[in-house]
């Protein structure tokens, strides 16, 4: 027999549709809880052989650089284009990070660079510039003739001497 709309219109006047909800609910959760418990070995089992296969497939690596599979229509020519293609974006990165580096610290110094005062600085120091600071410099206008000639000359030890250092030797 076939149910008809009035049937169906009976059955929710009755609340007879609630438990037919429900009851679908619960059995469609039913199935899908015996459907993945069932299966769950077998995913297991195809997901450990995939890995296998995977590790099994894949080229030897003796270094760091990345090692390239050649499948289906690509070419030697298109592998090596896209190496060099990543090699040149690595280098403009990298050139790119050191450009704002360079940059901020520029930035950074110039808006320092104001709220400091040198005069304290210097006045703290005592340098008031650098030609004072190099004026004395012992080493301007060495050559190394001059320095060949100031080397250390040995003197014999003195009376004095030996005796400083024998009563420095008791304690």
């Known amino acids: 027999m076939k149910s008809s709309t009035a049937d169906n219109h009976n059955d929710i006047r009755n609340g007879n549709s609630q438990l037919i ?3 679908g609910i619960f059995s469609s959760i039913g199935r899908t809880t015996v459907r993945t418990v069932r299966n769950f070995p077998t ?3 195809n997901g450990i052989k995939r890995r296998i296969n995977e590790y099994k497939r ?3 690596r003796k270094d ?3 090692v390239y599979v050649l499948v289906g229509y690509t070419t030697k020519q298109h592998i090596d284009e896209r190496y060099n293609a990543e090699r040149m974006m690595i280098i403009i990165r990298r050139g790119l990070l050191l450009l704002i580096f ?3 610290l520029f930035i950074s110094i110039n808006a320092i ?3 400091v005062k040198t005069d304290e600085y210097s006045q703290m120091f005592g340098i008031s510039s650098v030609d004072e600071m190099t004026e004395n410099d012992p080493f301007v206008g060495k050559t ?3 320095a060949e ?3 250390i000359i040995e003197s014999e030890p003195t009376q004095t001497d030996l005796t400083n250092t024998v009563s420095n030797s008791d304690y």
């Open 21 to 23: 909800v429900l009851a």
């Open 43 to 45: 995913r297991v089992r």
């Open 58 to 60: 894949r080229p030897v």
């Open 64 to 66: 760091i650089n990345k």
């Open 102 to 104: 360079v940059l901020l």
């Open 113 to 115: 660079l104001p709220y």
């Open 144 to 146: 190394e003739d001059d």
């Open 149 to 151: 000639s100031d080397d």
